[in-house]
């Protein structure tokens, strides 16, 4: 065993650090930091300048035009774009999508949209959550006939992730009702300028907008769409989660997001004195320092395992669950430090520029981010799910 | 021992529940959160109809209750339907100081509160002074007939919605000196106010203080508010209890129909037993916020000491049963306790953020150390 990074990792760190600081624009990572909304531009934006670097599509093979980065690069950097307060790599495209097509995609689906991922010309979304199906995900309703060289599409996906701001969506569809439920499902690629689709928003408890419903009414896709073979969705699918699963742990998150609330417990005054010299609050602190530092040794090990060909799988599990609960900890201990400031929430206009701020800057996205964090327990299967997968395996004699 | 409601306040706990079932629903009250007032004079007027503001003050003081049941039975139910319409500023902290120490023309506003026609807020938490109830770093100085009184308030809940502001100022001692501390009725039109929301609804303002009154906005004595700003805080800490409380019941309701109806993997999630359980824990650590609330309310009328060990315990148990139940209750209900509209994620924000107001969980867990050393 050896803890530490080698020269190789450390220069790559460096290399990550350098680059954040020549193209991470100020007015981005003020926007991050402060919590404010992210604009569909400025999304693009980064794209764009990671592109020019040639590390937009990290875990991409080079042959498609990606990094190639192993897990321990890919750790190091989501590391270093969470301290600098990055936008985080919008990942429908890159990390979902991109792989199901290189390993399941015809050579013409490759050429054709893999690039367009690259460049930006295409904003994925992904259309798998319905109102019946979540946790239960195979139980899913939204159907598609085979008419001609078409597939009418009939139905409604939701929890559709900047959906909004989506030209193209991915999509689970039921093409053999008869079927057992894993084995009638496809993987279509649908243009989210057919007629027949509408996008509706759905405002969260923070008042953000991130997620949509998409509606599909006699939808035409053409059968070039359709991904690999019909009725074989649900492999792909879940190989598409096993990439969905990469950086599970938030592991970069919860560094940036403990060091934040460090700063907050300094400036904050309790009873005459900075509040992380507070004795009951210092605890809370530390505890969730504690685990975090276990939870990344754990992360890096996998991790690590991963970068040498292994595949993590019980493990993926187990660090969702508590990648979550300590992430959502520390959003618990940041909303905690702000005091009777966690309670503002003034609409970005009251919050502009002209305006004083309403108590320190730091306040302002705790308590809706602490909400909006609830989310990370719930989506990509929820913890719940985590622990049946944990406990299933376990119990029904499978090996671990 | 008798755990029973007398026969007036079940009826008031019973009419105020029907008249809130009915004209406070979700669709309702998402239009007020919506609303840039931040609440419905029509709603105040018809509480005010109904006896729901004269049962928070004394026989004395022209109500018919103000005891520590009153407050609970009210709250609890305020608390189920999610209010957001100021009536811990107006009748708690506003009405309890002018009750407590109004001279008998101060005293005649309260029958307009109670009326309904006036409204009330408290600015005394400072930038610097978080939870502490002592620190006041806000000064008045008075000459001759005049006190200049200069400083910042913090997050004052409902003082857009005012008339008056109940505003303390140290006049002398060091800045956490329980003695020194005064407090001026000021009329919202000496006060230069920009309301935002808060994110589990009303609406607040900073106020950067530098302005002059007469000596009679003066309440009570000079630099001897303090124990009557402390026993306001525990009649608000235990309006804020039993509110939460009530918030709990709803979240735990919605909670339990979710689970009976929700169907995934062909069977309602309830039957799944790692649900269950949780549920039961749940309804566990409700009952032990029940008894928190009785705890405070019956000892709000007692010896101050009593009355503080007993509001710290139900703040500090508040806190760490309210975060448990406001969680579970979302990740139980999954993406759809994630929205705005549904009614959890109101209950659930106000379950939480109770915690941010008159002290919160660790606060009142060194409260109650003290207390008990």
Known sequence: ?400 | MNFELTEERQMLQDTLRRFLREKYDVETRNKILASDEGMSAEIWAQMAELGVLSALFSEEDGGFGGAGFDIAVIFEELGRAGMVEPVMETCILGGSLIAALGNETQKGLLETVIGGEMRLAVAHTEPRSRYDLSRVETKAEATGDTIRITGQKAVVQGAPLADHVIVSARESGAVDDQDGISLFLVSVSDLDMRPYPMIDGGVATELMLDIEVSADARLGPVGGAYEALATTWARAITAQVAETLGAMETATDLTIEYLKTRTQFGRPIGTFQALQHRMADMLIELEQARAAVIGAAGYLEADPKLRDRYASAAKNLMGRVGRLIAEESIQMHGGIAMTQEYELAHIAKRITMADHRFGDTDHHLEQFIKMSA
């Open chain 1, 1 to 400: 065993m050896d803890l530490s990074y080698t020269d190789t990792e450390k220069a790559f760190r460096a290399e990550v650090q350098a680059f954040m600081r020549d193209e991470l624009p100020d007015h981005m990572a003020e926007k991050v930091r402060k919590g404010r909304g992210l604009t569909k531009a400025d999304m693009e934006d980064w794209h764009a300048r990671l592109n020019a670097k040639g590390w937009l599509a990290q875990n991409w093979p080079k042959a498609f035009g990606g990094a190639e980065w192993n897990a321990v690069q890919r750790h190091i950097y989501e590391e270093e774009a969470c301290l600098a307060n990055a936008p985080r790599i919008v990942p429908f495209g890159l990390s979902m999508l991109g792989p199901v097509l290189q390993k399941f995609g015809s050579k013409e689906q490759q050429d054709h949209w893999l690039p367009r991922i690259l460049d930006g010309s295409d904003w994925w979304c992904q259309g798998y959550s319905e109102p019946g199906a979540g946790s239960d995900l195979a139980s899913l309703k939204t159907k598609a006939v085979r008419d001609g060289d078409h597939y009418i599409v009939n139905g409604q996906k939701t929890w559709t992730t900047l959906g909004q701001h989506a030209n193209m969506i991915f999509c689970l569809v039921r093409t053999d009702p008869d079927a057992k439920q894993q084995e009638g499902i496809s993987f279509l690629l649908i243009d989210m300028d057919t007629p027949g689709i509408e996008v509706r928003p759905i405002v969260l408890l923070d008042g953000s907008v991130e997620v949509n419903e998409v509606w599909f009414t006699d939808v035409r896709v053409p059968v070039e769409n359709l991904v690999g073979e019909e009725n074989k969705g649900w492999t792909y699918a879940k190989y598409l989660l096993t990439h969905e699963r990469a950086n599970i742990a938030g592991v970069g998150f919860s560094n940036a997001g403990l060091e934040a609330v460090k700063r907050m417990a300094r400036a904050e005054m309790a009873g005459g004195r900075p509040l992380i010299e507070n004795p009951h609050f210092a605890a809370r602190l530390a505890q969730a320092e504690i685990d975090l530092s276990a939870m990344s040794l754990s992360n890096l090990r996998i991790v690590s395992m991963t970068a040498a060909g292994g595949a993590p799988g019980l493990e993926a599990s187990m660090l969702k669950v508590k990648g979550s609960v300590i992430r959502q900890e520390i959003n618990d201990l940041a909303r905690r430090a702000c005091g009777p400031y966690a309670l503002p929430f003034p609409s970005e206009e009251v919050d502009g520029t002209n305006m004083p701020p309403i108590g320190p800057d730091y306040a302002g996205k705790v308590a809706g981010e602490y909400f909006n964090h609830r989310k990370i327990s719930i989506y990509g299967g929820s913890n719940e799910v985590q622990r049946n997968i944990i406990a299933k395996t376990t119990l029904a004699g499978g090996a671990r």
